[in-house]
């Protein structure tokens, strides 16, 4: 069975609850997705999320990047899910894993990272999402 780690905004926690049914549906398992975290604790608990999550990356057979639009941007990637990209990335190129990194759509130009997205699509780095391959 092969592992997916989904990664995107923890805020738009109904977008996680599909994708992580989408996968699930499909025979994958799910080893992480994004979590809410308390405010009140979120400085205590992030250093320790972050580090869970990375190696879960590490043990991921694909990289869902959960990009749905958000703050009126088509195609959201935030720096958390930038980095985890790049993490999954590195992990490819530097320790030659073979993590699928997917992204479930382009995002728009307005999205910080465009560059650095349109670049590892063209070097065939990572992918688009395609329904009823992925």
């Known amino acids: ?3 997916v ?8 926690q109904d977008k996680v609850k599909y994708w992580v049914h989408h ?3 499909k025979g994958y398992e799910v080893i992480d997705y994004p979590k809410p975290i308390d405010k009140e604790k ?9 580090k869970d999550f990375c190696k879960s990356i590490i043990q991921a057979d694909i990289l869902f990047i959960m990009n ?5 941007l088509q195609g959201y990637i935030g720096a958390a899910a930038f980095a985890e990209l790049a993490f ?4 490819n190129l530097i320790y030659n894993k073979n993590i699928d990194l997917v992204v479930y759509k382009m995002p728009s130009v307005e999205v910080q990272c465009y560059d650095e997205i349109k670049l ?4 065939g780095w990572i992918q688009l999402y395609r329904k009823g391959k992925n």
């Open 120 to 123: 590892w699509l063209e070097l």
């Open 5 to 12: 780690v989904i990664s995107g905004s923890n805020k738009l």
């Open 42 to 50: 979120f400085m205590k608990l992030y250093p320790n999320i972050h």
């Open 1 to 3: 069975m092969k592992k």
């Open 68 to 72: 749905e639009d958000k703050n009126n």
């Open 88 to 91: 999954g990335l590195t992990q």
């Open 23 to 25: 996968f699930k549906e």
